[in-house]
Nanobody, 116 residues
Framework: VHLVESGGGMVQPGGSLRLSCAAS????????ISWVRQAPGKGPEWVSG????????YYADSVKGRFTISRDNANNWLYLQMNNLKPEDTALYYC??????????WGQGTQVTVSS
């Protein structure tokens, strides 16, 4: 199982980023997938999840209305569109196979820094 995140970077408050996660080594379309983040000095925080078909999406209250999760099952990609970014969104973002609190594989993460 391989999950490789990309798309992180440094943006100013109010800016946008689109994170991507390339999945391989398993049947991507048969798993719920989540985005999880970890800020410096804090524990992991579930951010968003999507079901196998992509028809159901879930968000933490802290990102609801600003982030959008989506997936491309034909090409084994997961995405997270992040708009109106805030300094408190600064974290290492991971894609993780599974539902909230049921992850079994994580990627290496991509850093998102929101700062003026």
């Amino acid at each position: 199982v391989h999950l490789v995140e990309s798309g992180g970077g440094m943006v100013q408050p109010g800016g946008s980023l689109r994170l991507s996660c390339a999945a391989s080594g398993f049947t991507f379309s048969t798993y719920d997938i989540s985005w999880v983040r970890q800020a410096p000095g804090k524990g992991p925080e579930w951010v968003s999840g999507i079901n196998t078909g992509g028809g159901s999406t879930y968000y933490a209250d802290s990102v609801k209305g600003r982030f959008t999760i989506s997936r491309d099952n034909a090409n084994n990609w997961l995405y997270l569109q992040m708009n109106n970014l805030k300094p408190e969104d600064t974290a290492l973002y991971y894609c993780a196979r599974g539902r909230i609190a049921e992850y079994d594989y994580w990627g290496q993460g991509t850093q998102v820094t929101v700062s003026s």
